[in-house]
């Protein structure tokens, strides 16, 4: 089991760029989620999904886009990239509605410039 | 608004010492859980301890446990015999109980273990 991967591990974006995070997780878990931790900072739900076909928005959607078209993969779009987006995104996921525990990705550290 | 607050931003102790982390929550929910999550200079995000508030019982896993004190709203981490390997941010996080969205992460507190 890799449990959950994300790539890439690092990124450098112009303002303006448009890249996709991907995430992925080999568990069968229905629930992801993406989020956020800016430095000094917990992190912040971006956007989350209980199912394929199904998300919804978390804390902190702005700026960003997820689909959901099979189990294993989830993957965060940033449009139009801006300074504000600087963070480290992190992916998670939980096999159903009743299980706490959310399994976290190592993250992936993006620097908007 | 629910909140979790850490109101140590950044401590130390030395090796084989004991160390506890504060937390306080606000909640209106009556059933949730709450957790202590680290994360070592890795990044990645471990989960340490559990809590269901329905519990009365402090959790223990192995040198961690909790002190969940309901009426309070507070849920502070005891690590003991603290280790080098224990040196991360950890993170007191709240959930309502059969929510999807709303895991809640408080700034953290980073832990310095000196040799």
């Known amino acids: 089991n890799a449990g959950v991967t994300q790539t890439p591990k690092f990124r450098i974006l112009k303002i303006g760029q448009s890249m996709t995070l991907q995430c992925a997780q080999d568990?069968?878990?229905?629930?992801m989620y993406w989020y956020r931790q800016d430095p000094g900072m917990g992190l912040k739900l971006i956007y989350y999904?209980?199912?394929?076909?199904?998300?919804d928005k978390g804390e902190v959607p702005n700026g960003y886009n997820v689909s959901r078209s099979t189990t294993e993969d989830f993957p965060l779009r940033l449009e139009l990239a801006a300074p504000s987006q600087t963070s480290v995104y992190f992916c998670?996921?939980?096999?159903?509605?009743?299980?706490?525990?959310?399994?976290f990705g190592p993250g992936t550290r993006l620097t908007v410039t | 608004a629910q909140t979790v607050t850490q109101s140590q931003p950044e401590m130390s102790v030395q090796e084989a010492e004991t160390v506890t982390l504060s937390c306080t929550y606000d909640t209106s929910e009556n059933n949730y859980y709450l957790f202590w999550y680290k994360q070592p200079p890795s990044r990645q995000m471990i989960l340490v301890i559990r809590?269901?508030?329905?519990?009365?019982q402090n959790a223990t896993e192995n040198r961690f446990s909790v002190n969940f004190q309901k009426a309070a709203k507070s849920f502070s981490l005891k690590i003991s015999d603290s280790q080098l390997g224990d040196t991360a941010m950890y993170f007191c996080?709240?959930?309502?109980?059969?929510?999807?969205?709303?895991?809640?992460f408080g700034k953290g507190t980073r832990l310095h273990i000196l040799p």
């Open positions: 809590q269901e508030a329905y519990k009365q």
């Open positions: 568990m069968n878990h229905n629930y």
């Open positions: 998670a996921s939980k096999s159903g509605r009743s299980n706490y525990e959310q399994y």
């Open positions: 999904s209980v199912g394929a076909g199904i998300t």
């Open positions: 996080a709240f959930i309502p109980m059969n929510r999807d969205d709303k895991i809640i």
